[in-house]
């Protein structure tokens, strides 16, 4: 039972903190969270820790958990790496996914466009984050897939911010998004490499002028020649 409520407290900060429902910075009291999860203090702290190992969360000394900052320093981080992890985790999923990764992508396709249809913008950012996260599962490597981890927590956070934006111009971005994840699933099960680091490429223009309208009014440059 411990193991099962341990899960569940994971997977539900998990999900509160990619939509928002916890705030960057925000600090998580271990006696709320024992007490409804039934759990002791040090299970809790083992999934505290473990989240903090993950991204989602950091952890100091006389401070307890909080939820991982978005400060300035930390978004002009995430503009001029996520292009070129993402372009290259796709390059690498096409050379390496399995067959098993590929059927839970496609199942993960599934459930982002159920979200998309019903309009529902939590549901929208938790799957098109395990969306990302697979695809860096079948990259398989070591060195890039912690950094994977944490541009995708921040990405799903801005996200969720215009996934609840209803106009016309969103709905036709998220059809984009949609095609987009399409072509990737086409493209990593040919084991189409190029094909796969274009669409990274693709992809993250489609989004990258609203997101860059969410935290700074200039617009940075990127290099993609590095990806």
Partial sequence: MSKQNKDKLYAALKRQILTMVLQPGESLDEASLSKQYQLSRTPVREVLRRMAGDGYLEIAQNRGATVSPMNYKMLRDFFRTA???????????????????????KVSQRRFCKA???????????????????IGEMADNQYLWPSLQRLAIDHARIAHTFYRANNPD???????ARDHHDQFIDAIERRDAKK??????????????????FVRQDPLEIDLAVA
């Fill in 116 to 134: 998309v249809s019903a309009s529902d913008p939590d549901l929208m950012a938790y799957h098109n984050n395990d969306f990302h996260l697979i």
């Fill in 83 to 105: 292009p070129a992890i993402y372009a290259s985790m796709a390059v690498l999923a096409a050379e390496n996914r399995t067959s098993e990764q590929l059927s839970a992508l």
């Fill in 196 to 213: 796969a680091k274009q669409l990274a490429h693709d992809h993250w223009d489609l989004s990258r002028d609203h997101i860059e309208m």
């Fill in 170 to 176: 969103m709905k036709a971005r998220l059809n984009i």
